[in-house]
Antibody
Framework: EVQLVESGGGLIQPGGSLRLSCAAS????????MNWVRQAPGKGLEWVSI???????YYADSVKGRFTISRDSSKNTLFLQMNSLRAEDTAVYYC??????????WGQGTLVTVSS | QTVVTQEPSFSVFPGGTVTLTCGLN?????????PSWYQQTPGQAPRALIY???TRSSGVPDRFSGSILGNKAALTITGAQADDECTYYC??????????FGGGTKLTVL
């Protein structure tokens, strides 16, 4: 059974940096389209970024230039490096696969709180 | 800026049929946007229901169906049940690697 386990969330001050990790099992990160999707408290879902199998990366305008998605194939892990964090980045961050043009496998999420 | 629109809320009686829609602030939704639908209960990760307009995900009952209605994508629930009460999200592929979620529809089963 596919499992995606996010970690790295926590409380961080505005302007700070944080790196999220997503460890995958029964699935190879490097051969899948991997995403980060976030959800602010009490709000809807927001797509954040995708890492294509060929290494191409794409970002929502709200995070472009601040966030970087990457992977470590040897560890079968997806990352999201988040810099210059703002209060509006506070959310649960989900690691999600994209197969057949949809978001099919979701992790349980990790909470990032940006506050002073 | 592209905005994906959904009804903020909707109500349905048990056993009834409800159609939720997913549109664009400018333009029409078509199959080329690869519309997909997700169900989320509080405190849980979303679950995929429908993808590529009308393909049900594994294990999804056939009372959930997807389509294009007019200029929007649509999710129809036939024979609504109490445990269908939750929030439903659609997402569209905008091209150039970019995806945009709708704001979600909170469905109440009366």
């Amino acid at each position: 059974e596919v499992q995606l386990v996010e970690s790295g969330g926590g409380l961080i001050q505005p302007g700070g940096s944080l790196r999220l990790s997503c460890a995958a099992s029964a699935l190879t990160v490097s051969t899948n389209y991997m995403n980060w999707v976030r959800q602010a408290p009490g709000k809807g879902l927001e797509w954040v970024s995708i890492l294509h199998r060929d290494g191409g990366t794409y970002y929502a305008d709200s995070v472009k230039g601040r966030f970087t998605i990457s992977r470590d194939s040897s560890k079968n892990t997806l990352f999201l490096q988040m810099n210059s964090l703002r209060a509006e980045d506070t959310a649960v961050y989900y690691c999600v696969t994209n197969t057949n043009w949809h978001f099919d496998k979701w992790g349980q999420g990790t909470l990032v709180t940006v506050s002073s | 800026q592209t905005v994906v629109t959904q009804e903020p809320s909707f109500s349905v009686f048990p056993g009834g049929t409800v159609t939720l829609t997913c549109g664009l602030n400018s333009g029409s939704v078509s199959a080329t946007y690869h519309p997909s639908w997700y169900q989320q209960t509080p405190g849980q990760a979303p679950r995929a229901l429908i993808y590529n307009t009308n393909t049900r995900s594994s294990g999804v009952p056939d009372r959930f169906s997807g389509s294009i209605l007019g200029n929007k994508a649509a999710l129809t629930i036939t024979g609504a049940q109490a445990d269908d009460e939750c929030t439903y999200y659609c997402v569209l592929y905008m091209g150039s690697g970019i995806w945009v979620f709708g704001g979600g529809t909170k469905l109440t089963v009366l």
